[in-house]
């Protein structure tokens, strides 16, 4: 069992960063790729970025290629988004999730989700 908690969002001006956590219990937290996803209102969750238990990996939506980035921190159990450049098309709910097999891409494969975290961006 892996709990996921989120933090970090909040109001930001077109062109600034924000860095969301992860915050993750649970004894296998190690074993899982993290992923992050957003969801804005109206349209469907949609896959950003991931890393792999070690951190060695990542993965990468071509929407954010370039802006965001994501590291994981196994001894504090948390995984970090920043994001950079950011523009209004960002405002989303922010969601970070685990899975240990199957295609990190994929909504559906994750096991946990966390609650979300809104990030909104004003023009």
């Known amino acids: 069992q892996v709990q996921l908690v989120e933090s970090g969002g909040g109001l930001v001006q077109a062109g600034g960063s924000l860095r969301l956590s992860c915050a993750a219990s649970g004894r296998t937290f190690r074993s899982y790729t993290i992923g992050w996803f957003r969801q804005a209102p109206g349209k469907v969750r949609e896959f950003l970025i991931a890393?792999?238990?070690?951190?060695?990996?990542?993965w990468y939506a071509d929407s954010v290629k370039g802006r965001f980035t994501i590291s994981r921190d196994n001894a504090k159990n948390t995984v970090y988004l920043q994001m950079n450049s950011l523009n209004p098309e960002d405002t989303a709910v922010y969601y970070c999730?685990?899975?240990?097999?199957?295609?990190?891409?994929?909504?559906?494969?994750?096991?946990?989700w966390g609650q979300g975290t809104q990030v909104t961006v004003s023009s």
């Open positions: 999730a685990a899975i240990r097999n199957g295609d990190y891409g994929i909504r559906s494969g994750y096991d946990y």
């Open positions: 890393v792999n238990w070690s951190g060695g990996n990542t």
